[in-house]
């Protein structure tokens, strides 16, 4: 069946601008994760949805991150004002309920000019 | 806190001979651990996972690792290496009690030659 698919690929924004990541996760998953992965940092957690319950943000690193999760399937992550060091590979992975294996999308490259 | 450590940034081992790679961790409680691989320029995928029972877990592509709870160590092995198995390898670890968002370790590059 489908992976987690994530969009656009690569965005190349300038600093400043507002960026919106998608994610599309598994048919059937009802949590939803995404990470960031950069040179020296290694793959950081920034947030978890699961279901209907409230969302864990706290791996969240400012508050010009976002993420809302609609209708428990689509998530998009935001991140407003967007600084140089923002640049990374943002990963959404998903998990069945009370499964333990989460499922990773190929990534949006973003690059902050 | 829970962390994971991978000791070795890069692994080179030829074609043929067994491979590990090294992962510890730190977790307050008991942990659910698991190893990722990523092909360059993809997103990652899930090779195996301990959660309970046996110490030794088989996975994909003929990975396996050992769970050692006095060691705190889930090293990753396989018999006899491929070049197609050169990726970057990350071990993961959840805490049972602490949430499910998966910490990772840096990464381990293996380089397999011919």
């Known amino acids: 069946g489908a992976g987690v698919s994530q969009s656009p690929s690569n965005k190349v924004t300038e600093k400043g601008k507002d960026v919106e990541l998608r994610c599309d996760p598994i048919s059937g998953h009802t949590a939803l994760y995404w990470y960031r992965q950069s040179l020296g940092q290694g793959l950081e957690f920034l947030i978890y949805f699961q279901g209907n319950s409230a969302p864990d943000k706290s791996g969240l690193p400012s508050d010009r991150f976002s993420a809302e999760r609609t209708g428990g399937s689509v998530s998009t992550l935001t991140i407003q004002r967007t600084q140089q060091e923002d640049s990374a590979v943002y990963l959404c992975?998903?998990?069945?309920?009370?499964?333990?294996?989460?499922?990773f999308g190929p990534g949006t490259r973003l690059t902050v000019t | 806190a829970q962390s994971v450590a991978q000791p070795e940034d890069q692994v080179n081992v030829a074609e043929g001979n067994p491979l590990t790679v090294k992962c510890t961790y730190s977790?307050?409680?008991?942990?659910?651990l698991f190893w990722y691989v990523q092909y360059p320029n993809r997103g990652l995928q899930f090779l195996l996972k301990y959660i309970t029972g046996d110490n030794l877990v088989k996975g994909s592509y003929g990975f396996e690792a050992e769970f050692n709870k006095s060691q705190t160590s889930f090293h990753l092995k396989k018999p006899s290496a491929l070049v197609s198995d050169s990726a970057l390898y990350f071990c993961?670890?959840?805490?049972?009690?602490?949430?499910?968002?998966?910490?990772f370790g840096k990464g381990t590059t293996l380089s397999v030659s011919s």
């Open positions: 992975a998903s998990s069945q309920q009370g499964n333990y294996e989460q499922y």
């Open positions: 977790v307050s409680g008991n942990p659910y």
């Open positions: 993961a670890v959840r805490d049972r009690q602490a949430g499910t968002a998966l910490i």
